[in-house]
């Protein structure tokens, strides 16, 4: 272990950014779930004897879903997506979790630490939305009407997602300030979880092992390098001196509350020096709003953060394209794109769109999880471990998945199909982040509430017990193949020639029906008995009204922009 770094007692305004301590954002956006029965009014005096109760069930303190289903008295449907939401969300990729296959998962189950801090954190609220300066401007985006009106006081997505432009959505340091003084509010309550009580001394005399207090990893992080960076072990003064051969003397439980609290302390005075000159003066360019693109947008559009995700934001009437070496760290957010196609060709770890209508857009390889949310009239195309689709409307899903796709919220008309398109590094990508071709659940949606109890709104009595509304599965007969353009021309790097996941019998059914009455219509036109002025009236007859077509879907925009290239 690295010496460690004590907390600077300096300023923290020249604080070194690689000395802060920063949230994990991953299990706040990425693992909270809308189960009733996981949000604890006093989550300590229910986990603790809960924690017992599942180390009960293993000498190896791993739960699978049935101990999970058993001491949480939930469905063992239920029990599995925590298990698998646990795993997408986990920090160390050396967990034996993360490298079990599918089949073999509840063999290895969770550790019990890591559960009883996931389980915790379901208490979180999301930090609100500001209030819209112009109300009315969004009044009319959309219909008021909804299957629970008069329910139901959330915003449909077009609405929620207009007046939560980038102005009035949280900025990334206020989320993390946010979830920072959850962490600080709740930090002895979450300490606590991790401690034992020394042998004869009684309840007081908490300590933490080193082993316990690397679990703290899954809600902090040190560094600049988004959750990529180092660990709470490299900078702890606590087991500094260990010898490697001996186990490290546990700590007072008090004295790592009061270390890590210091820290916090000194993260939110550091974001609090950093918001406030923008509040006071004109915004720095990393924060301004990013401008909508009238013409075909180059790969180098969109705001990149190297501690945070690659931002791709206010796209309208364009097409972009973005490959690994475009984009910084492995998490990506495309936000508020309209009427667009955008295409993500990159291994990622976490994707999140968020506020689109009337586009379509590419998910490379996404091996942790991906969050589609607030969207109208989207199509998304992605392969994942999982994917979580939340308040969208009239949008498609095409989808390579290895575990159940989740609907949650207030959904209407959504449709779901297999996977449909491939690039040439798609299956390197794939197996860069752990996707199994093999396995494509994308016709197993599972519904959870329409009411998420994480956001900060009031909910009538009674409303939290409605299901959303699921996908329904796309008619094989309006099933096609998406074609990637190739940007580079000649041949497609990469070796995937195809798509890696096997379509089902009858949507191959449908697609080689379709192949068939395309060659007989061609057939038919090259032997119609017409004379050669009707032949080329006819002809065009079809080019016109192609083009026609191109301009009213909006695909002749990517012909500009192939040409532009």
Same mark, same amino acid.
């Given at each position: 272990?690295? %010496?460690?770094?004590?907390?600077?007692?300096?300023?923290?305004?020249?604080?070194?950014?690689?000395?802060?301590?920063?949230?994990?954002?991953?299990?706040?956006?990425?693992?909270?779930?809308?189960?009733?029965?996981?949000?604890?009014?006093?989550?300590?005096?229910?986990?603790?004897?809960?924690?017992?109760?599942?180390?009960?069930?293993?000498?190896?303190?791993?739960?699978?879903?049935?101990?999970?289903?058993?001491?949480?008295?939930?469905?063992?449907?239920?029990?599995?997506?925590?298990?698998?939401?646990?795993?997408?969300?986990? /920090?160390?990729?050396?967990?034996?979790?993360?490298?079990?296959?599918?089949?073999?998962?509840?063999?290895?189950?969770?550790?019990?630490?890591?559960?009883?801090?996931?389980?915790?954190?379901?208490?979180?609220?999301?930090?609100?939305?500001?209030?819209?300066?112009?109300?009315?401007?969004?009044?009319?985006?959309?219909?008021?009407?909804?299957?629970?009106?008069?329910?139901?006081?959330?915003?449909?997505?077009?609405?929620?997602?207009?007046?939560?432009?980038?102005?009035?959505? *949280?900025?990334?340091?206020?989320?993390?300030?946010?979830?920072?003084?959850?962490?600080?509010?709740?930090?002895?309550?979450?300490?606590?979880?991790?401690?034992?009580?020394?042998?004869?001394?009684?309840?007081?005399?908490?300590?933490?092992?080193?082993?316990?207090?690397?679990?703290?990893?899954?809600?902090?992080?040190?560094?600049?390098?988004?959750?990529?960076?180092?660990?709470?072990?490299?900078?702890? /003064?606590?087991?500094?001196?260990?010898? /490697? %051969?001996?186990?490290?003397?546990?700590?007072?439980?008090?004295?790592?509350?009061?270390?890590?609290?210091?820290?916090?302390?000194?993260?939110?005075?550091?974001?609090?020096?950093?918001?406030?000159?923008?509040?006071?003066?004109? /915004?720095?360019?990393?924060?301004?709003?990013? *401008?909508?693109?009238?013409?075909?947008?180059?790969?180098?559009?969109?705001?990149?953060?190297?501690?945070?995700?690659?931002?791709?934001?206010?796209?309208?009437?364009?097409?972009?394209?973005?490959?690994?070496?475009?984009?910084?760290?492995?998490?990506?957010?495309?936000?508020?794109?309209?009427?667009?196609?955008?295409?993500?060709?990159?291994?990622?770890?976490?994707?999140?769109?968020?506020?689109?209508?009337?586009?379509?857009?590419?998910?490379?390889?996404?091996?942790?999880?991906?969050?589609?949310?607030?969207?109208?009239?989207?199509?998304?195309?992605?392969?994942?471990?999982?994917?979580?689709?939340?308040?969208?409307?009239?949008?498609?899903?095409?989808?390579?998945?290895?575990?159940?796709?989740?609907?949650?919220?207030?959904?209407?008309?959504?449709?779901?199909?297999?996977?449909?398109?491939?690039?040439?590094?798609?299956?390197?990508?794939?197996?860069?982040?752990?996707?199994?071709?093999?396995?494509?659940?994308?016709?197993?949606?599972?519904?959870?509430?329409?009411?998420?109890?994480?956001?900060?709104?009031?909910?009538?009595?009674?409303?939290? %017990?409605?299901?959303?509304?699921?996908?329904?599965?796309?008619?094989?007969?309006?099933?096609?193949?998406?074609?990637? *353009?190739?940007?580079?021309?000649?041949?497609?790097?990469?070796?995937?020639?195809?798509?890696?996941?096997?379509?089902?019998?009858?949507?191959?059914?449908?697609?080689?029906?379709?192949?068939?009455?395309?060659?007989?219509?061609?057939?038919?036109?090259?032997?119609?008995?017409?004379?050669?002025?009707?032949?080329?009236?006819?002809?065009?007859?079809?080019?016109?009204?192609?083009?026609?077509?191109?301009?009213?879907?909006?695909?002749?925009?990517?012909?500009?922009?192939?040409?532009?290239?």
């Amino acid at each position: 272990m690295s %010496d460690p770094i004590e907390p600077s007692t300096s300023s923290s305004s020249t604080k070194d950014p690689a000395l802060l301590i920063h949230p994990r954002r991953e299990p706040f956006e990425h693992g909270l779930l809308p189960i009733p029965k996981l949000i604890f009014t006093d989550p300590t005096q229910t986990l603790i004897p809960l924690k017992q109760k599942l180390i009960e069930q293993s000498s190896s303190h791993r739960v699978n879903s049935a101990a999970i289903s058993e001491v949480l008295q939930i469905s063992i449907d239920h029990a599995r997506l925590v298990l698998d939401t646990l795993a997408s969300v986990l /920090p160390s990729e050396s967990d034996p979790l993360l490298k079990s296959k599918p089949d073999v998962v509840d063999e290895v189950g969770a550790d019990v630490n890591d559960l009883v801090l996931f389980l915790y954190i379901q208490s979180y609220k999301k930090l609100l939305p500001r209030t819209h300066k112009d109300s009315a401007a969004v009044a009319d985006v959309w219909p008021s009407t909804s299957a629970f009106d008069g329910y139901l006081s959330a915003l449909s997505p077009l609405q929620l997602v207009r007046s939560n432009s980038r102005r009035f959505v *949280p900025s990334q340091a206020d989320e993390e300030a946010h979830q920072l003084s959850y962490l600080q509010k709740h930090l002895a309550n979450i300490v606590s979880l991790l401690a034992e009580p020394v042998e004869g001394e009684g309840e007081e005399s908490l300590v933490l092992t080193m082993e316990k207090f690397e679990h703290l990893g899954f809600l902090f992080y040190f560094g600049d390098k988004g959750s990529e960076g180092y660990h709470l072990g490299q900078y702890a /003064p606590f087991f500094a001196n260990s010898d /490697p %051969d001996m186990p490290a003397v546990p700590v007072p439980a008090a004295q790592v509350h009061d270390w890590v609290l210091q820290n916090i302390v000194s993260s939110l005075e550091n974001i609090s020096e950093r918001i406030s000159p923008k509040e006071n003066g004109p /915004p720095s360019s990393s924060d301004q709003d990013v *401008p909508m693109a009238d013409a075909c947008t180059s790969t180098n559009k969109g705001s990149i953060n190297v501690r945070g995700p690659s931002f791709i934001e206010g796209i309208s009437k364009s097409s972009l394209i973005k490959q690994a070496s475009d984009l910084k760290g492995s998490s990506v957010k495309v936000l508020n794109c309209h009427d667009s196609v955008i295409y993500i060709l990159a291994p990622l770890r976490y994707a999140t769109v968020y506020g689109c209508s009337d586009a379509t857009i590419v998910l490379g390889a996404v091996g942790k999880a991906v969050r589609i949310e607030h969207c109208e009239r989207v199509h998304v195309i992605t392969a994942a471990k999982r994917i979580c689709i939340a308040n969208c409307r009239e949008c498609m899903f095409f989808l390579g998945v290895n575990q159940r796709p989740l609907i949650v919220g207030d959904n209407h008309k959504l449709q779901v199909a297999p996977y449909n398109t491939f690039y040439g590094q798609l299956e390197e990508h794939m197996n860069e982040v752990g996707i199994d071709a093999t396995v494509n659940r994308w016709n197993e949606p599972l519904a959870l509430g329409v009411v998420d109890p994480h956001d900060s709104l009031s909910h009538p009595a009674g409303v939290s %017990d409605a299901q959303a509304e699921s996908g329904s599965h796309l008619d094989p007969e309006q099933f096609t193949n998406f074609l990637i *353009p190739n940007w580079y021309g000649g041949e497609s790097e990469g070796s995937t020639k195809d798509n890696p996941f096997p379509l089902p019998d009858i949507y191959v059914a449908s697609q080689h029906r379709n192949q068939n009455n395309l060659g007989e219509v061609k057939q038919l036109l090259r032997e119609a008995p017409l004379e050669e002025n009707k032949k080329r009236e006819l002809s065009t007859a079809l080019h016109v009204y192609f083009k026609d077509w191109l301009y009213a879907s909006g695909n002749i925009r990517q012909l500009y922009c192939l040409q532009g290239e």
